[in-house]
């Protein structure tokens, strides 16, 4: 079991950047495909990015597509997701997501229905 909390989130202008980070629990963290999702308001939660747990592997939605990276560092627990050039429909609250696959050190997901645990998530706002 994995308990994940995100942090790094705020208010921004345009064209800024933010650093997101989520702290993972647990000894297996290595283990665990790492995903970043976001909700805005009145709409359906979206993928934004994965990551393999071997870290080899990253998987974009278009619309984050040159302007987000996410990385990860297995020592540290922690996956984070750099933001830069926001836009303000980049405004969402962000979640963090861990898909249990120890046996797949590449695979990567962009499914919801795949990821095992959550955080809480943070709050990103990107002003005009």
């Known amino acids: 079991q994995v308990h994940l909390v995100e942090s790094g989130g705020g208010l921004m202008q345009a064209g800024g950047s933010l650093r997101l980070s989520c702290a993972a629990s647990?000894?297996?963290?290595?283990?665990?495909?790492m995903g970043w999702f976001r909700q805005a308001p009145g709409k359906d939660r979206e993928f934004v990015a994965g990551i393999s747990w071997s870290g080899g592997n990253t998987y974009y939605a278009d619309s984050v597509k040159g302007r987000f990276t996410i990385s990860r560092d297995n020592a540290k627990n922690t996956v984070y997701l750099q933001m830069n050039s926001l836009k303000p429909e980049d405004t969402a609250v962000y979640y963090c997501a861990a898909d249990w696959v120890p046996r797949s050190p590449s695979l990567v997901t962009n499914r919801q229905s795949d990821y095992d645990y959550w955080g809480q998530g943070t709050q990103v706002t990107v002003s005009s």
């Open positions: 647990g000894r297996t963290f290595g283990s665990y495909a």
